[in-house]
């Protein structure tokens, strides 16, 4: 079974400061890899979606990685503002355990952004 | 609608009461999954319709949980006789079919007293 990880589980930094966070999957096979922020209280925000094909997506100042090979990815962010401050979740869609799109995701990076 | 929309966005229910948790996708999705998200945890799969059926419910955790999408829009997630352990934020998702497109609701987060 598809194993997400995210670590750390919790980063606070300054302002201005780039952000790096990580996920690991154990399944190399996977369709796709998304990046969503969470904000208390609410749903997810789908940010990033990177294709099994694909290396790296970029947003403005979000850029997201991928190495399925090693089965990691990484999101940055860069110029870190308070208003990111949110968790962070990658989720993958794994073909071998979800024919029908859903998501197996991590647990999470909650991110602090500090004035 | 412009979201998907998700109702009651706050439930507190004792302990061996029903509760039913309404979810309104956006419109033109066909495909639905609702998700439960546990604190401190990333959301786990429950169930997902792709028009009126429920094409896998492989997630639910136990008979207590149904869910039904009567005529292919809306969906209501029921669970009958809750207890402590299910208190949770239950997230409702809609897409364009399989995947493609995930629209996420600001969930329900449920209670059990």
């Known amino acids: 079974k598809q194993e997400v990880t995210q670590i750390p589980a919790a980063l606070s930094v300054p302002e201005g400061e780039n952000l790096v966070l990580n996920c690991s999957f154990t399944d190399s096979a996977i369709y796709n890899l998304q990046w969503f922020r969470q904000d208390p209280g609410k749903g997810l925000t789908s940010l990033l979606l990177i294709q099994s094909s694909q290396r790296e997506q970029t947003s403005g100042r979000l850029n997201a990685s991928l190495d399925k090979s090693s089965g990691r990815s990484t999101l940055y962010i860069a110029a870190s503002q308070p208003g990111d401050s949110a968790t962070y979740l990658c989720?993958?869609?794994?073909?071998?355990?979800?024919?029908?799109?859903?998501?197996?995701f991590g647990a999470g990076t909650q991110v602090v952004v500090t004035p | 609608g412009a979201g998907v929309s998700q109702t009651p966005s706050n439930k507190v229910t004792e302990k061996g009461k029903y509760v039913e948790l309404r979810c309104d996708p956006i419109?033109?999705?066909?495909?639905l999954y609702w998700y439960r998200q546990s604190l401190g945890q990333g959301p786990e799969f429950l169930i997902y319709f792709q028009g009126t059926g429920a094409a896998d419910d492989s997630g639910l955790p136990n008979d207590r949980f149904f869910a039904v999408r009567p005529e292919g829009s809306v969906s209501t997630l029921k669970i009958q006789r809750t207890e402590r352990g299910d208190s949770a934020v239950y997230l409702c998702?809609?897409?364009f079919g399989q995947g493609r497109g995930y629209t996420f609701g600001s969930g329900t987060r449920l209670t059990v007293v």
């Open positions: 989720a993958v869609r794994d073909p071998l355990y979800d024919s029908w799109g859903k998501l197996q």
């Open positions: 998702a809609s897409s």
């Open positions: 419109s033109g999705h066909t495909a």
